[in-house]
């Protein structure tokens, strides 16, 4: 019964950041496995990070050391910071638990001069 509202995303210049938010209802937070997810246009969604209900991460080698995962559970909520960002990172980002079929709406990054 867990849903997710995601905000954040938009046009940014290579080289810039953003920060993407997913806030949880309907369930406890706390207790769940979360991860980020992208799909660019023609391709497969593909996992990009995790954070795990302890607070453990984990990244794709494409985003490692540009992105970072983490999670709020007084606000409900998880982040992603994207730093350094490049054009093949242009996606849809979406936010679920881990293996879960709980799915945000989805919001668009686009990076591009």
């Known amino acids: 019964q867990v849903q997710f509202v995601q905000s954040g995303g938009g046009l940014v210049q290579p080289g810039g950041s953003l920060r993407l938010s997913c806030a949880a209802s309907?369930?406890?937070?706390?207790?769940?496995?979360m991860g980020w997810y992208r799909q660019a246009p023609g391709k497969q969604r593909e996992w990009v990070a995790a954070?795990?209900?302890?607070?453990?991460?984990n990244y794709a080698d494409s985003v490692k050391g540009r992105f970072s995962i983490s999670r709020d559970n007084a606000k409900n909520t998880m982040y992603l910071q994207m730093n350094s960002l490049k054009p093949e990172d242009t996606a849809v980002y979406f936010c679920?638990?881990?293996?879960?079929?709980?799915w945000g709406q989805g919001t668009q990054v686009t990076v591009s001069s």
């Open positions: 679920n638990t881990l293996g879960g079929n709980a």
């Open positions: 309907g369930s406890i937070f706390s207790i769940y496995n």
């Open positions: 954070i795990t209900r302890g607070g453990s991460t």
